[in-house]
């Protein structure tokens, strides 16, 4: 049945806050709570939908208050594409146009088409940007449906299973892509870490590094992925950081005239991050670098274990990328998982792989490319099968075997999808065999009655030429009905048809006129032969039913015995028809059974066409008369097909969704697993799947829930670490480097948080628990140090011990307050301008200087500001800090971040009466800038002391 705009406004309007399974949940079950369908839906329908399921489903969401203002939401937005006033809302009819269309048809076709064009449309263009990533079956799949959906279109087919598919694909894909973009900025704040310990070795190296994360970063601001540079990078970094470890390599000061080469040659990365501008090139021949080799004959045994440590690292994260890119090959062959679980043993246990990874890597090729054929073998079995089912009940099998030879032209298709494409063809087959079975008994039904009618009309037309000359009045009437039939049978006789209906009248209107001649014979011979003929006339009205056919058949035999038999007499006669009695009292209650049966069918369908047909039928059974038991027998079964359908896909969306959650790492996913393997086993049985159906949808309700719950306290949890790492970082051990980094990237990826995939989701969360459990070791130990250091000396020993200045009063020693007073500049200084570069490079930095309390611009560009104003908000702030540290019985701060509206103010100390001023414009930066600003704030202090 096609959906009428009404039911098409509902759903589109629901999709705007809930998940497409959850809307088709509870319009479901909002429809039979109205008695409706997706055809017949009315307006006035709606309110009773919107106010009943859909509120019921949104309180288990939000707050009752919420939910009330979005079924308002709801309300409004259907009501705005429909005029009531010119809307047949009797039966869901569609507003009509009298002029064009009095039927209304032309205008919903035309609504329909349009809005498949304007869905078709949009889907390509959102898959515009995932061109870039061709190679991705998700992508493959989602340019697969589309095809086939334009096909359809194209063919005059009904599209809209089609379109929900790719759209459901259409989310996996994005969500896919923002996965894939928080772990690039996980592996950049790696690779920017990487740089910033391998800075000091120079040479084509580092800057063919800096300008490869240069394309990482502005691809990263661009939202889009570079897994070759990504890669590429990575492995410079390791070979850099090798001959770091391993000294061959040592820091590299280039004299003047060469630091100016340099600084020209690497322009490129330093601007790298320009607003829409994408970073430069690599320079002439630092694109084809040899490979590093470095002799580990005369290393230390410490040395050799740091460089195993990093190729098993570098190893490892090949190995992932490996088992990433062919995890739907796993599936199909999991025997080969046994080979990726030894590689990575042998990580595990500190062993480089070596030549095995590559090998490791052919042999998963190897048997891709074999997976792929024997999947082109089995598909085109299918496709045969599917050339000669011709059934236009298969169209879900025909459209997946579509997209799944479309993919396979490329690549392997998902598991899933051809684990759900053999359960289509293996239920086609199914019902291909179940239809040649009824085709089968419909031929011999069909035989069989058509014999009958030919015998009815035969006897008719000796009754009637034996009536040739005249029947009495009280017969008129039967006999004009008994002409009256057979002139109905001769119609369908001359057209070589079956007439059912013309010939249930004729054995009426028969039997009618045998029971007629019956009672107004005067002879006692012709009475028993006209009440014979009756007993045979009830016999064949009987329905055609294999439990009644055997005795149906023997008694009818009996009785045409009995009109040969010259000896007939009454005792005979009364058997006879005490028989057919009982026969026609049998098929009543086979009938009833029959219908019985039937009507439980149905319910599990809810459908209410049916469900109204076997009611017709029970009446008419209990009317005395029999139902035409093979048209709703016909008509059961279409709604069965139906519901199959509905059922299959209810299936398979859980099945993706389950999928899609398995790494998630929540109590109820086992739970939810256990569900599906029911349905399955169910479905296997042969029974109704609709129940097993329900219980996983609750148990993937109750999954989505827990993930929910879980995610609400990520955010908290994420502050107070941040809290905590802000006492505890001074330490300055390989733990607070490790908690940096995985805060600064938790920190920068908040707001991705509600759009990557659970598994994602649960990473991030392990990787916040892991930091968690570090920072709970560093506290004690930041606790331990300071107790110590107060029984030494005092609590300012401690300060001095971990090198920073908690008073923004004290000065270095370095630095002259002479100098500082007389406001000298500070911009010849090499290292301190480079310093400030590096803060200038950022997209999101408006200006970087150090500034002087007495107005004083030292160093770095004030970026058109009033220097002298903001010196003097500088010194009323440095003295409300220090009162404020002094309240709190605590230093002063080291760092102060200032949220000024549009922009924030990032300020730290360098000296008596020198501060460095970092003006940032975007809130997602300032977390890894004052991460920036706190290591290298030693470096600052130490080029101000320098350049004084």
Known sequence: MTPNRIYQAVVEALETSLAPRVVSLVLREGLVQVERDPSNLRLEDVEAVLTGP????????????????????????????????????AEGAEPRDTADAPDGSAERDAVTESTV?????????????????FDWPEVRKLRAQL????????????????????????????????????????????????LEIVQTLGGPRVRRLESLIGQIRHAQRSRELTDAETQRAATLARDLRKLMESSVAQPFTPDAEAATEVEAEVEAPASIGAEGEPPDALPDGEDDLPPVTIDEAHLTPEVSERLRALDVDAERRLLDALAEAHADLLRYVPGLAAG???????????????????????????????????????????????????????????????????????????????????????????????????????????????????????????????????APAALHAPSQALR?????????????RLDEPALELALQAEQRWERALAERADDDEVRRRARLRELEARIEGLPDLPALRARAGSLSAECASAATDPQLDDTHLETLSSLVDQLHADALAAVSQHLERLAKEAGDASDREVLGALQAGARTLQAGRFPDIGRLQALVVETRERLREAERVRWQRLQHASARLEPAGVPGLPALTRALEEVRSVATAGRPITPALDAAEAALDQVETEVRERLATFAPRLDAALVTFAQVQRLNTDEVATVRRVLTHLDTQRDAL??????????????????????????????????VADQLVSANLFDDMLGFFDSMADAPEEVEPEAAATGGSWHDSEALQALLAGFRGFDDVDAAMVIGSDGTLRAGDAAGLDVESVADALRSATAAWLALGERLEDAAPELVDLSLGSRHALLTPLGRHVHALVLVRSDGAVSALTARLRDTRGALVAAVAAAS
Request: proline fraction near 1%; hydrophobic fraction near 45%; avoid cysteine.
């Open 117 to 133: 064009e304007r869905r078709v449309a949009a889907l390509r263009e959102a898959l515009r940007p995932f061109n870039l990533y």
């Open 484 to 496: 009256d039939a057979l002139a109905a049978l001769d119609e369908a006789e001359a057209d070589d």
């Open 54 to 89: 859909v509120f019921k489903q949104l309180q288990a969401r939000m707050s009752a208050d919420a939910a009330r203002e979005a079924v308002t939401s709801f309300r409004e937005r259907i009501a705005a594409q429909f005029d009531e006033s010119s809307t047949d809302v």
């Open 754 to 787: 509600s759009r990557i995939s659970p598994g994602l989701q649960h990473q991030l969360e392990r990787s916040l628990h892991e930091a968690e459990r570090l920072l709970e070791g560093l506290a004690e130990a930041f606790e331990a140090t300071r107790a």
């Open 340 to 470: 990726l679980s030894a590689a990575r043993s042998s990580l595990d246990e500190g062993r480089p792989l070596g030549d095995a990874l590559e090998a490791l890597k052919r042999q998963l090729d190897d048997a891709t490319a074999t997976q792929r054929a024997h999947l082109q073998t089995e598909l085109a079995a299918i496709e045969a099968d599917v050339a000669l089912l011709g059934s236009d009940d298969d169209a879900s099998l025909e459209r997946a075997l579509r997209v799944a030879l479309d993919v396979l032209s490329e690549g392997l298709p998902a598991h899933a999808d051809v684990v759900a494409l053999r359960e289509l063809h293996q239920g086609a087959l199914v019902r291909a065999e179940e239809r040649e079975s009824r085709d089968v008994e419909a031929r011999a039904l069909l035989e069989r009655k058509r014999a009958q009618q030919r015998a009815v009309r035969e006897r008719m037309t000796r009754a009637l030429e034996q009536d040739a000359g005249g």
């Open 147 to 194: 095809q086939v959906a334009e096909g359809e279109i194209a063919a005059g087919v009904s599209i809209g299973d089609s379109l929900d598919a790719a759209d459901e694909q259409l989310r996996i894909v994005e969500q896919k892509l923002e996965d894939r973009l928080v772990l690039q900025a996980k592996e950049l704040g790696e690779l920017e870490e990487s």
